[in-house]
Structure formats: structure tokens, C-alpha cells
């Protein structure tokens, strides 16, 4: 079974045409890599299972709601947070994230025996911070021998948030999976083949 290990965010861009000096408004947008990862693989008829970490919050619920309704996410599937979503700013645009930061080693081993997970497409963002990039490295490490393939979708290289500590997490991972690939341009690594994201539905059949 295909895994996606992936972030959900909800954009709330300024609306010029509508806003004035008296009331601001703003367009939500719910994305983020999980939300494409998943378009992708829907469009593509592949099967997947998702692995990603909600805030205990009204945003978390949002969040919910979107892929349980969109894509047949069971609820039971979903992981929880004990703390909100993140918020960050871009120039205009609030950014309100899901709380992938918070998932552990446990679960990602968790996701790969329950689910029979054998090959992964994982988000870059969550693999260029600590501490979750460890947690997920651990992870997969402990399920080395059920693991035939991992992708790193670094394809939005604005996403990454250290790329010393990509680059440090692609290498490990690709010590321990014998298949590694990446997608982008933001990396090289020795021994981790580049692959398109034309190309990614290939490698989850």
C-alpha cells in the first residue's frame, strides 16, 4: 500500500477587490503537500493511505471535515494533536497549519503495520525541521525491511524550512531504504535518483 506523510494548511489571502478602509476580508484556501499528494493520486486512480496530525481546534476540525469529506479519509484514521494549529504569516497572506510537527516515531510505525505500507511519498517540509524530521527518520528506520520505497516531494522548494537538515534527513533515509527518490531541484544527493512528479505515479503502482 502507497503512504503519504504530509501537511494540511488553510491560506487566508487578502482580498483587495472586496476590502476597504472601514472591513478586511480574506479568501480561505485549504492545501498544503498532503491535499496535492492526494489530488495527485486520486486523479491517477492509486490507492493511498494518509498519515498527517491535526490541532486540537476549530481549524484541526475544519481540516477534518475537508478530507474525511473529499478524499474518504476515516475519521478513526486521524491523528490529533493536544496542541492548535500553527499560524504564520507571508507577506498578506495568514497561514493556518495542521500540527505536523508533532508526530512521532510511534505512529509513523504505527501507520506503516496497520496500513501494510510498503512505499511512501513524504512531504520535504517535514523532513527540513526538528524534531519531527528525527521521529520520521526513526520511523522508518525500525520498518527498513517493510519499506521498498520512499519519495521525497521536494518540488516547492519555498516549503523547506532548513535545507541542511533536508539534505541530512534524504541522506539517512536513503541508508536505510533501499529505494530513495526525490523530486525538485532543490537537492542532489549521491545515491537518491531524481525523479519528475510526471513520473511519481510509476513509482506507486
Do not use: W
Not at 492548535?84 to 495542521?98: C, D, F, Q, R, V
Not at 520535504?124 to 527498513?144: A, N, Q, T, Y
Not at 537538515?165 to 541522506?171: G, I, M, T, W
Amino acid at each position: 500500500m502507497n503512504g503519504i506523510i504530509g501537511e494540511i494548511i488553510t491560506t487566508l489571502d487578502y482580498a483587495d477587490e472586496v476590502s476597504n478602509e472601514r472591513d478586511t476580508y480574506f479568501r480561505a484556501f485549504i492545501g498544503g503537500k498532503a491535499i496535492e499528494e492526494m489530488d495527485y493520486f486520486v486523479d491517477n486512480d492509486v490507492p493511498f493511505s494518509l498519515l498527517t496530525k491535526l490541532g486540537k481546534d476549530m481549524q484541526g476540525e475544519t481540516h477534518l471535515d475537508f478530507i474525511t469529506d473529499e478524499y474518504g479519509i476515516e475519521e478513526d484514521d486521524v491523528l490529533f494533536s493536544s496542541a492548535p494549529s500553527a499560524l504564520s504569516m507571508e507577506g498578506t497572506l495568514i497561514i493556518k497549519s495542521t500540527a505536523p510537527s508533532f508526530i512521532n516515531k510511534e505512529e509513523v510505525i504505527r501507520f506503516i503495520d496497520e496500513k501494510k505500507i510498503n512505499r511512501i511519498l513524504i512531504s520535504s517540509l517535514l523532513l527540513s525541521f526538528d524534531p519531527v524530521r528525527k521521529e520520521i527518520i526513526e520511523g522508518l528506520g525500525k520498518r527498513k525491511d517493510k519499506i521498498e520505497r520512499v519519495v521525497i516531494d521536494a518540488e516547492d522548494a519555498t516549503s523547506t524550512i532548513m535545507i541542511e537538515d533536508l539534505y541530512d534527513s534524504v541522506k539517512r533515509i536513503s541508508g536505510s531504504i533501499k529505494e530513495c527518490y526525490i523530486s525538485g531541484d532543490i537537492l542532489n544527493v549521491e545515491g537518491v535518483k531524481r525523479v519528475s512528479s510526471d513520473m511519481i505515479k510509476e513509482l506507486f503502482n
